[in-house]
């Protein structure tokens, strides 16, 4: 719970409360607004390339699948090219990821393994995000 980070905007009262990056899977952000909570996703994979395109897939480890086929993957380039999202959780989805381990993503083209400790940790730290305020 301690390497949760939360932030109160001094100007409009906003609050963000934050994982913190890991290593291969990336972030979770849940931003409190005038009572109302919006939780965002964010993940990265690094390419040898440019290639633009759309679609994200999680494979978890039971064997189920998760897609957003419409999300637009960014390029950035900081020493190679990282290939990210940052995408907006439905309701749906956040029942989804406090409950499931994930094993792999797919960003475009681009894959990446996750390592089981990593994933399930990531996991234990969203369900220690959804219960703060």
Same mark, same amino acid.
């Given at each position: 719970?301690?390497e949760?980070?939360?932030?109160?905007?001094? $100007?409009?009262g906003?609050?963000?409360?934050?994982?913190?990056?890991?290593?291969?899977?990336?972030?979770?952000?849940?931003?409190?607004?005038?009572?109302?909570?919006?939780?965002?996703?964010?993940?990265?994979?690094?390419?040898?390339?440019?290639?633009?395109?759309?679609?994200?897939?999680?494979?978890?480890?039971?064997?189920?699948?998760?897609?957003?086929?419409?999300?637009?993957?960014?390029?950035?380039?900081?020493?190679?090219?990282?290939?990210?999202? $940052?995408?907006?959780?439905?309701?749906?989805?956040?029942e989804? $990821?406090?409950?499931?381990?994930?094993k792999?993503?797919?960003?475009?083209?681009?894959?990446?393994?996750?390592?089981?400790?990593?994933?399930?940790?990531?996991?234990?730290?969203?369900?220690?995000?959804i219960?703060?305020?």
């Amino acid at each position: 719970e301690n390497e949760i980070n939360r932030e109160v905007d001094e $100007f409009t009262g906003e609050i963000d409360i934050n994982s913190p990056r890991l290593s291969k899977l990336g972030y979770i952000l849940k931003n409190i607004d005038k009572g109302k909570s919006t939780y965002y996703f964010s993940t990265s994979i690094k390419s040898s390339g440019i290639y633009l395109g759309k679609g994200v897939i999680i494979l978890f480890s039971d064997g189920t699948k998760w897609s957003r086929p419409s999300e637009v993957v960014d390029v950035d380039y900081s020493s190679g090219f990282e290939n990210n999202v $940052f995408m907006k959780l439905t309701q749906s989805d956040i029942e989804i $990821f406090k409950k499931k381990v994930i094993k792999k993503i797919r960003l475009y083209i681009h894959d990446k393994d996750v390592d089981p400790k990593e994933a399930e940790h990531f996991r234990d730290l969203f369900n220690i995000i959804i219960k703060k305020k």
